[in-house]
């Protein structure tokens, strides 16, 4: 019913920036609780940065003031904008989203994940 596109992952040198992009289409009725997670070779996935239905945003601790998270409604898109980029911040980045399909009201919800994009920081 959903289905999710991811973009904007590439190769950067450190201290370079890249905006990541997680774009969903479907019968949406409205994202809820959406997020970027981050997972480096050998590594869990870790939470990078969400924003909870109400709209409280927040980051993990090693990423605040240089990652922002960001989401337009009207196009269901929810943004990831990595600025200072490090080495060791190299990974596939998931997004996430939660939130209820239908059309003139929702009708269920429903819980996804993007394919994931590769961000590589390295000179």
């Known amino acids: 019913q959903v289905q999710v596109e991811e973009s904007g992952g590439g190769l950067v040198q450190p201290g370079g920036s890249l905006r990541l992009s997680c774009a969903a289409s479907g019968r949406i009725f409205r994202l809820n609780n959406v997020g970027w997670y981050r997972q480096a070779p050998g590594n869990e996935r870790e939470l990078v940065a969400r924003i909870a239905d109400g709209g409280y945003i927040g980051y993990l601790d090693s990423v605040k003031g240089r990652f922002t998270i960001s989401r337009d409604n009207a196009k269901n898109t929810v943004y990831l904008e990595m600025s200072s980029l490090k080495p060791e911040e190299t990974g596939g980045y998931y997004c996430?989203?939660?939130?209820?399909?239908?059309?003139?009201?929702?009708?269920?919800?429903?819980?996804?994940w993007g394919q994931g994009t590769q961000v590589t920081v390295s000179s």
């Open positions: 996430y989203l939660g939130g209820e399909v239908g059309g003139s009201w929702p009708t269920s919800r429903f819980e996804t």
